[in-house]
């Protein structure tokens, strides 16, 4: 639908995510172990909201401000931000610390403007998980592609 393709490391898998607003693909990217929950939404650019049309950096801080009310304790971490590529197009990745329950999580973000789409990779995993979890993360960004 929104013209991309992923590839997954060994034993992880993909689950193309039902969605009913146009131009939208979300992706269930699934690790062997269960320890995270992780996806990726594509949204074509002509669809986004106004809020949504902004800066990237401005635009990442919007997402986050609704996940900061959403989840207990959410911090993002200051020295976290970091420039990157998705696709060839810039891109911002971000770390921030929150609390489920008794569990310290860590929830891990990149946000990219393509041509023609905005592109967003999400990672909640437990804290003792992350730094492990997050190479394989990158992996999967670092191999998306647009067609």
């Given at each position: 639908t929104n013209g991309f393709s992923l590839t997954a490391p060994a034993g992880w898998t993909f689950d193309?995510?039902?969605v009913e607003k146009k131009?939208?693909?979300?992706?269930r990217?699934?690790?062997p172990e269960g320890a995270t929950v992780s996806s990726l939404t594509v949204?074509?650019?002509d669809t986004l909201d106004p809020e949504e049309k902004k800066p990237l950096r401005e635009y990442a801080n919007h997402?986050?401000?609704?996940?900061?009310?959403?989840?207990k304790d959410f911090q993002t971490r200051a020295d976290s931000w970091k420039d990157r590529?998705?696709?060839?197009?810039?891109?911002?990745?971000?770390?921030?610390?929150?609390?489920?329950?008794?569990?310290?999580?860590?929830?891990y973000g990149?946000?990219?403007?393509?041509?023609?789409?905005?592109?967003?990779?999400?990672?909640?995993t437990s804290a003792k998980d992350f730094d492990a979890l997050q190479s394989k993360m990158d992996a999967i960004i670092d191999l998306y592609t647009t067609k």
């Amino acid at each position: 639908t929104n013209g991309f393709s992923l590839t997954a490391p060994a034993g992880w898998t993909f689950d193309r995510e039902e969605v009913e607003k146009k131009g939208t693909t979300e992706v269930r990217i699934i690790d062997p172990e269960g320890a995270t929950v992780s996806s990726l939404t594509v949204k074509s650019l002509d669809t986004l909201d106004p809020e949504e049309k902004k800066p990237l950096r401005e635009y990442a801080n919007h997402e986050i401000a609704k996940a900061a009310k959403q989840n207990k304790d959410f911090q993002t971490r200051a020295d976290s931000w970091k420039d990157r590529k998705v696709a060839g197009q810039p891109a911002l990745s971000v770390i921030a610390d929150y609390t489920e329950g008794k569990t310290k999580k860590v929830a891990y973000g990149v946000w990219s403007f393509g041509q023609t789409n905005a592109v967003y990779f999400q990672m909640l995993t437990s804290a003792k998980d992350f730094d492990a979890l997050q190479s394989k993360m990158d992996a999967i960004i670092d191999l998306y592609t647009t067609k």
